[in-house]
């Protein structure tokens, strides 16, 4: 139990830090009802807040940093900590749902949004995306079309190993300065809470990503400063805790919230792999493979069991959907390894003109060490014809991947 004294040390400097500093940082506002200094957690309920439910059920949308990765045992991950530091604040029993997921864009939850909501239903929803960005604000669109409970940006950070980690283009990934300003333009739009770690880190750790702060904080063996260790995640979530049973009133304020998206009277069809329920149905029966090339891998390198998507290597090979589609838009959901292969997704052939219309050339901006579930967005309608994909240069080492495609008709 090495960690045991680090923790204690950081519990104390933490504890005497919170003492002597007022909040510094007039960047990072903290989001936090009254003033003065953190409540205690594990003190019982705290006083002036509305009664914590006796259950409560929290769904957690996230990355690798949500899945655990960076810590060392399955109950040191922030989630975990966040529930037993709630429990114990509150009083309160906590169903914790998490569907984080390695290497996955916000957009990907975002898309099918009922599939989520076959279990119990979830009281308050949390959401991680410092690593990965994608179009949050989309996601909490999903959310807020189909449920009133409100969200909760979890807002950690990675030292942008980017370029470290990238094996190709070292753009390729967006950085994570950029990735938290995503963030908050979701947060801004719907009036959510946000939970800045780096906020509450800083008077303690200067930058958490400083040649002496990165290695207490963060996982240093693959991929150093991406993602938060043992101390980081157990920081993170009684951060999260205290921060919750501090604003529970204002979170649960249902007139604070800027109002739900405008009704949409688009309707969606969707196809995933390994997500049955809901309103999505298997990607694998979607589509068939027009002569040799592609198949259905349920366990793509990477060590992610859960992935299951259509795989190419095959340069030319095409991946042909089983019936004609119908959208007026769509987003496809695509595998991305750190070398990327081309995609072009096409529409028909028409059976009038004989002719196919390209929706999308894909050219994958992402290039990392691993894999990623990204989406692009089809430029284009598709009306009764079929969707074609086209791996252009895909290569043993150059995987083309199809995971998931999700489609909107105009009501
Ligand atoms: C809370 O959950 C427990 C166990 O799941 C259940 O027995 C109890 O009835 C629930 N209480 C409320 C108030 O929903
Ligand atoms: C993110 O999604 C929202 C809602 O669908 C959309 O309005 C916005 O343009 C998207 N942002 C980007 C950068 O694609
Ligand atoms: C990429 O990952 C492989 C193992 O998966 C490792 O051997 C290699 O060093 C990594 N490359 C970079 C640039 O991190
Ligand atoms: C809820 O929010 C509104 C708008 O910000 C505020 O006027 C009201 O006092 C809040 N109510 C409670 C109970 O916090």
Not at 19 to 32: A, D, F, I, V, W
Request: overall charge positive; glycine content about 10%; some cysteine.
């Amino acid at each position: 139990m090495a960690g045991l004294g680090s923790y204690g040390k950081a519990a104390l400097v933490l504890g005497l830090a919170m003492l002597l500093l007022p909040p510094l940082h007039r960047h990072y506002p903290r989001c936090r009802v009254g003033s003065g200094a953190p409540a205690a957690l594990a003190a019982g309920p705290a006083p002036a807040v509305p009664a914590f439910p006796r259950n409560l059920t929290v769904m957690v949308f996230g990355g690798s940093t949500s899945t655990g990765r960076g810590t060392s045992a399955k109950g040191n991950r922030w989630t975990e900590v966040f529930r037993r530091a709630f429990e114990a604040a509150t009083g309160s029993s906590v169903t914790l749902i998490n569907k984080a997921r390695g290497g996955t864009e916000a957009d990907f939850f975002a898309s099918c949004f009922p599939r989520y909501l076959s279990g119990p239903k979830p009281d308050l929803f949390l959401l991680e995306f410092a690593i990965n960005g994608g179009n949050v604000t989309r996601l909490v669109e999903s959310i807020y079309r189909h449920t009133d409970a409100p969200v909760v940006l979890v807002r950690q950070m990675s030292c942008f190993p980017a370029s470290r980690y990238a094996a190709g283009d070292p753009t390729g990934r967006v950085s994570w300065p950029e990735q938290r300003e995503e963030q908050r333009t979701a947060g801004y739009v719907y009036r959510l809470h946000e939970f800045d770690l780096v906020n509450e880190l800083v008077p303690y750790y200067g930058s958490p990503c400083s040649r002496e702060s990165l290695p207490k904080l963060f996982d240093t063996k693959l991929a150093p400063g991406q993602h938060l260790n043992d101390l980081g995640q157990r920081l993170l979530g009684e951060f999260v805790a205290r921060e919750l049973v501090r604003n529970w009133g204002a979170i649960n304020n249902a007139s604070r919230r800027a109002a739900a998206p405008a009704g949409s009277n688009e309707r969606e069809s969707c196809f995933y792999a390994g997500n049955g329920g809901g309103s999505a149905n298997s990607v694998k029966t979607a589509f068939a493979p027009e002569g040799e090339g592609w198949t259905f891998v349920t366990n793509v390198p990477a060590g992610r069991k859960y992935e299951a998507c259509w795989s190419s290597a095959v340069p030319g090979s095409r991946l042909v959907s089983v019936a004609p589609v119908n959208f007026d838009r769509a987003t496809m959901y695509l595998e991305y390894s750190h070398r990327p292969a081309k995609l072009r997704v096409s529409c028909g052939p028409n059976a009038a003109t004989g002719k196919s219309v390209t929706l999308s050339e894909v050219t994958a901006h992402l290039g990392m060490n691993g894999t990623m579930i990204q989406s692009v967005v089809l430029t284009g309608q598709c009306r009764s014809q079929r969707l074609t994909v086209e791996a252009l240069d895909a290569g043993p080492q150059q995987p083309a991947r199809v995971c998931g495609i999700s489609m909107f008709v105009s009501g």
